[in-house]
């Protein structure tokens, strides 16, 4: 298990940015792929974009695809989401989440953070 606490969530217009951030610790970190998923009042829990162990690999939602950007410090034992070009439709609460493959399912993921919200207003 790895132990996540993001951070950097909160109140934007459309148009802006928000950079997400979390931290983890209890494994060594460069062996977990992270993904960043969210949670929408009302919807099912989506995909948002995944980084391989070593960070050479990504891969993102279509809703995430030319605005977001995901990253890691394998140094810090950090993780981002680089959050451009904001919609209203992006809000939700989001969540990080550490797993043992590169695979963009919720359930191939065995840690998760308590989540950051993020509203975008219009």
């Known amino acids: 298990q790895v132990h996540l606490v993001e951070s950097g969530g909160g109140l934007v217009q459309a148009g802006d940015s928000l950079r997400l951030s979390c931290a983890a610790s209890?494994?060594?970190?460069?062996?977990?792929?992270m993904a960043w998923f969210r949670q929408a009042p009302g919807k099912e829990r989506e995909f948002v974009a995944i980084i391989s162990g070593g960070g050479g690999l990504t891969s993102y939602a279509d809703s995430a695809k030319g605005r977001f950007t995901i990253s890691r410090d394998n140094a810090k034992n950090m993780v981002y989401l680089q959050m451009n070009s904001l919609k209203p439709e992006d809000t939700a609460v989001y969540y990080c989440?550490?797993?043992?493959?590169?695979?963009?399912?919720?359930?191939?993921?065995?840690?998760w953070g308590q989540g950051t919200q993020v509203t975008v207003s219009s």
């Open positions: 209890g494994r060594p970190f460069s062996g977990f792929a």
């Open positions: 989440a550490a797993g043992s493959r590169f695979v963009p399912r919720d359930v191939d993921f065995s840690s």
